[in-house]
Nanobody, 123 residues
Framework: QVQLVESGGGLVQAGGSLRLSCAASGRTFSSYVVGWFRQAPGKEREFVSA????????NYADSVKGRFTISRDNAKSTVYLKMNSLKPDDTAVYYC????????????????WGQGTQVTVSS
């Protein structure tokens, strides 16, 4: 089973940028879909973005399209989420997740979750 460790969260002003990282250990991402979810206080955890490791195909929630970019680094077994034009509504704990299929990931049925990293966007 793959273990996931997120980093890169922090406090940023509206309009600013952050880059989150999700590093894998235990095994590689080669057969996985790796994605990001977020959970704001009092709200359900929601899908943000995902990338199929083998094909590089990406998916985004409508709320982040055009602002967020997911990418991967094979050599480092790391997935990145570059977040631009951040808004206060983006404030949440961001979680990395791995699954064998996108369909199951979208139902939040995943093989592994990371511990989460806090992103706070001030207005």
């Amino acid at each position: 089973q793959v273990q996931l460790v997120e980093s890169g969260g922090g406090l940023v002003q509206a309009g600013g940028s952050l880059r989150l990282s999700c590093a894998a250990s235990g095994r590689t991402f080669s057969s996985y879909v790796v994605g990001w979810f977020r959970q704001a206080p009092g709200k359900e955890r929601e899908f943000v973005s995902a990338i199929r490791w083998s094909s590089d195909i990406t998916n985004y929630a409508d709320s982040v399209k055009g602002r967020f970019t997911i990418s991967r680094d094979n050599a480092k077994s790391t997935v990145y989420l570059k977040m631009n034009s951040l808004k206060p509504d983006d404030t949440a704990v961001y979680y990395c997740a791995a699954s064998t299929r996108l369909a199951t990931m979208l139902r939040k049925v995943v093989t592994s979750w990371g511990q989460g990293t806090q992103v706070t966007v001030s207005s």
